[in-house]
């Protein structure tokens, strides 16, 4: 049998084979190219297999690896990874003209290697916290309903349970029921950008977004009544204030920063950790001041041009989100950027230099290599990115990043780094 990654396809009938004289492509920006067998690791357990409906696989016939082929008679499949694992290169597949928008989700190139299916990615963080098989929806079914009896007047309990935990099935949200580990808490239902790939909120023109905005503003009692019992009680608590069902948390940073003081009167166990976009530097310098341990920003880009074009933030700019990163790491938090990962533009080398330059700045200590969940197409046209870029490979930023900034800690999920755990 011939030893080389085989493309993977789909046909009418909804069935998924390998071609046998067809080596896999993967795609960076806008680039296809064979896939290097050196980057693959088998199809991580959990994983999800996808059809990409009226886009036409693309592989390289086994003997010329000159151009891509374009198989119209075949349907284009793509995987997606659960969450610790970084995607090195997208499924590449030629789009008809008028293909609707894919779902937000991270499209990784798959083929057939060695008897089993195969993807280009690493897993980055060994933490198990959302590992698919740490979860078991009959237990938290129950444990939702306990709660919701325990504190039958808390809107941010019942929000959790049945929309976070029951229907969007997020990890944080099933660990705050199963009282372990990072707990949510969501606060705002506005946002002051606009992300072309929001999760929480889409215009009707494009897809729907997988979850659906905070309907309310929760109180300062209902976010202690969450908290407190999380931090004192669960193994590494953390508890995460800025959620994927919600806008930006520093648009309510009062209202946090009494929570945060309120909480800490009363333990000063676990972590106190805010996800945002960094947008307010002063909003966060509150926050700071309140108690808060731990902060993460995401970012697509260390570009301000290609962060503008994604974000479209509204009345603040790229150097304030920057601020905010340097004013964390000057008061002592741990400092982590959620780095939205997509091959070709994250491994660009103008933005590995600014990259750099961001991190040598601000002095950060973590990157979370998050695959962006986007439409592979729509991100790069959103952004403008030409045909040909200067990516140096996902594989040898994360090796550049590695020996430039040895301090600098890689993975995915927020750790646990204050309090008795
Ligand atoms: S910052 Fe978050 S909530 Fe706001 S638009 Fe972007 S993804 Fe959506």
């Known amino acids: 049998m011939p030893d080389f990654p085989r493309l993977v396809v789909a046909n009418a009938a909804g069935e998924i084979f390998d071609l046998l004289d067809f080596r896999a492509a993967g795609r960076s920006g806008r680039e296809i190219y064979p896939l290097d067998p050196v980057v693959l690791i088998p199809l991580p357990e959990s994983s999800r297999l996808y059809f990409l409906p009226q886009r036409a696989p693309l592989g390289f016939a086994r003997k010329d690896r000159s151009a891509p082929r374009c198989l119209v008679d075949y349907t284009a499949v793509a995987a997606f990874l659960p969450p610790g694992y970084t995607v090195f290169s997208v499924a590449a597949y030629h789009r008809q003209s008028d293909a609707p928008l894919l779902p937000i989700y991270a499209y990784s190139a798959v083929c057939w290697y060695r008897g089993q299916f195969h993807v280009p990615a690493r897993r980055v963080d060994d933490d198990v916290k959302h590992d698919p098989v740490q979860f078991s929806l009959g237990k938290i079914k129950r444990l939702v309903e306990q709660r919701r009896q325990q504190f039958p007047n808390n809107r941010l309990v019942s929000h959790h349970g049945s929309n976070c935990a029951l229907r969007y099935g997020c990890p944080n949200a099933q660990n705050f029921f199963l009282n372990r580990w990072e707990a949510p808490i969501a606060v705002s239902g506005a946002c002051n950008a606009a992300c072309v790939g929001c999760i929480s909120e889409q215009p009707p023109?494009?897809?729907?977004?997988?979850?659906?905005?905070?309907?309310?503003?929760?109180?300062?009692?209902?976010?202690?009544?969450?908290?407190?019992?999380?931090?004192?009680?669960?193994?590494?608590?953390?508890?995460?204030?800025?959620?994927?069902?919600?806008?930006?948390?520093?648009?309510?940073?009062?209202?946090?920063?009494?929570?945060?003081?309120?909480?800490?009167?009363?333990?000063?166990?676990?972590?106190?950790?805010?996800?945002?976009?960094?947008?307010?530097?002063?909003?966060?310098?509150?926050?700071?001041?309140?108690?808060?341990?731990?902060?993460?920003?995401?970012?697509?880009?260390?570009?301000?041009?290609?962060?503008?074009?994604?974000?479209?933030?509204?009345?603040?700019?790229f150097s304030e989100v920057v601020e905010s990163?340097?004013?964390?790491?000057?008061?002592?938090?741990?400092?982590?950027?959620?780095?939205?990962?997509?091959?070709?533009?994250?491994?660009?080398?103008?933005?590995?230099?600014?990259?750099?330059?961001?991190?040598?700045?601000?002095?950060?200590?973590?990157?979370?290599?998050?695959?962006?969940?986007?439409?592979?197409?729509?991100?790069?046209?959103s952004i403008g990115l030409p045909a040909v870029t200067k990516a140096v490979g996902m594989p040898l930023l994360l090796q550049k990043v590695r020996e430039k900034f040895p301090q600098v800690r890689f993975g995915y999920f927020n750790p646990p780094v204050a309090g008795n755990q």
């Open 205 to 317: 023109d494009t897809v729907q977004s997988p979850h659906e905005r905070l309907g309310f503003v929760p109180t300062v009692e209902e976010m202690v009544e969450m908290a407190v019992p999380h931090l004192e009680s669960a193994p590494n608590a953390i508890i995460s204030f800025g959620q994927g069902c919600e806008g930006e948390p520093l648009l309510q940073a009062p209202l946090i920063a009494a929570a945060i003081k309120k909480i800490r009167r009363q333990t000063g166990r676990g972590t106190i950790h805010l996800n945002t976009n960094g947008s307010r530097p002063e909003m966060a310098s509150r926050l700071i001041d309140a108690g808060l341990n731990s902060i993460r920003v995401s970012l697509n880009s260390a570009r301000e041009a290609v962060y503008t074009a994604y974000y479209q933030p509204r009345a603040y700019r």
């Open 325 to 381: 990163i340097r004013r964390a790491r000057q008061h002592d938090l741990w400092t982590s950027i959620n780095y939205l990962s997509f091959p070709g533009v994250t491994d660009d080398e103008n933005e590995w230099a600014a990259l750099s330059r961001l991190i040598e700045s601000t002095g950060l200590q973590m990157i979370q290599w998050r695959n962006l969940n986007i439409d592979p197409d729509w991100y790069v046209d």
